[in-house]
């Protein structure tokens, strides 16, 4: 079966710090680029960063600066580390695969989120 299994959220303050963990199972990485996404309720979920096969990153204006993707294909695990946290970056958090047969925007698995909030 496979599974995308999104941890590490968590209530920090403002300014603080969260690694987020994707793990895969069901499935191998390799070969799969690694999508963040979040969503704050009565909004449409949203592009955060993004990891492919090659390790190449692609990172919202919000995003750059502060958070930073890794994978580690032999764990099977990608990796956020968000560091300067702000108010607004409060949000379910979510990681999806996409295989290298699919366009950009076309993601083919998605994990159950974490909660992430950041106090003022």
């Known amino acids: 079966e496979v599974q995308l299994q999104a941890s590490g959220g968590g209530l920090v303050q403002a300014g603080g710090s969260l690694r987020l963990s994707c793990a895969a199972s069901?499935?191998?990485?390799?070969?799969?680029?690694i999508g963040w996404f979040r969503q704050v309720p009565g909004k449409e979920r949203e592009f955060v960063v993004s990891?492919?096969?090659?390790?190449?990153?692609k990172y919202t204006d919000s995003a750059k600066g502060r958070f930073t993707v890794s994978r580690v294909n032999a764990k099977n695990m990608v990796y956020l580390q968000m560091n300067s946290l702000r108010p607004e970056d409060t949000a379910v958090y979510y990681c999806?695969?996409?295989?290298?047969?699919?366009?950009?925007?076309?993601?083919?698995?998605w994990g159950q989120g974490t909660q992430v909030t950041v106090s003022s």
């Open positions: 999806a695969a996409r295989p290298p047969d699919l366009k950009p925007y076309e993601w083919r698995y």
């Open positions: 990891i492919d096969r090659h390790g190449e990153t």
């Open positions: 069901g499935f191998t990485i390799d070969d799969y680029a």
